[in-house]
């Protein structure tokens, strides 16, 4: 059985700007202009992660899907091209894939 996920620990980072916020709900986060899951998106899916006041052409989304139509389909990371991405890019590509455990806070919003 899954484990549940306790949404007030969640830790929202911009990839625009590098707004750090917690929220006690998904739903507060995805009221206040955030795109993220579980509101938007899955978890270990590569997807924007972004305040209210950025696109998405900042994220790591839109870097590897102007890099190669990936767009509709489920593409393995094998044929991702990583070897583009800065530091900065590949560790959020790590973050996203070990989330939700890798966007816990040690304790809950408040």
Do not use: H
Not at 76 to 91: A, F, N, Y
């Amino acid at each position: 059985m899954a484990e549940e996920i306790d949404y007030s620990r969640l830790i929202y980072i911009c990839e625009g700007c590098g707004t750090v916020k917690m929220y006690p709900t998904p739903e507060d986060a995805f009221n206040d202009g955030w795109d993220y899951p579980p509101r938007l998106g899955e978890f270990g899916v590569i997807g924007p992660r972004t305040c209210g006041n950025c696109g998405i052409d900042k994220t790591l989304w839109w870097k590897l899907v102007t890099a190669r139509d990936v767009t509709d389909e489920k593409v393995p990371v094998s044929e991702l091209p990583l070897g583009d991405l800065t530091p900065s890019q590949m560790r959020t590509f790590q973050r996203i894939l070990g989330e939700p455990a890798s966007i816990m806070a040690d304790k809950p919003a408040e």
